[in-house]
């Protein structure tokens, strides 16, 4: 069972940054990371995906320019850093692992099989 758990929320003022960290216990073979988010009273949206095949990322439209995704496969850890953040990304932010073709990723939930329990980031003044 592969387990995931992400850290790195917090509160931070509008225009601030945060990097969020997401430990998967197991890294290996064509496993994508997907970065989601879900505001009260809103969908969940996915983010970001990371690749862990090649390193290849895709963003949501709504993050695209300000939302970034690496990896450091020594520690099994996929991270997020986000710039510019506005209130609009205020939300629990899960990470969430699935298998894919080579190269490939998905912000869509349903393709993913494993998921953490989720840090809150809040963006406010």
């Known amino acids: 069972q592969v387990q995931l758990v992400e850290s790195g929320g917090g509160l931070v003022q509008p225009g601030g940054s945060l990097k969020l960290s997401c430990v998967i216990s197991e890294f290996s073979g064509y496993y994508s990371i997907g970065w989601f988010r879900q505001a009260p009273g809103k969908e969940r949206e996915g983010v970001n995906c990371f690749s862990s095949s090649d390193g290849n990322t895709h963003n949501a439209e709504s993050v695209k320019g300000r939302f970034t995704s690496s990896a450091d496969y020594y520690k099994n850890t996929v991270y997020l850093e986000m710039n510019n953040l506005t209130s609009e990304d205020t939300g629990v932010y899960s990470c969430?692992?699935?298998?894919?073709?080579?190269?490939?990723?998905?912000?869509?939930?349903?393709?993913?099989?494993?998921w953490g329990q989720g840090t809150q980031v809040t963006v406010s003044s």
């Open positions: 969430a692992a699935g298998r894919f073709p080579y190269s490939f990723c998905s912000l869509k939930a349903i393709e993913y099989d494993h």
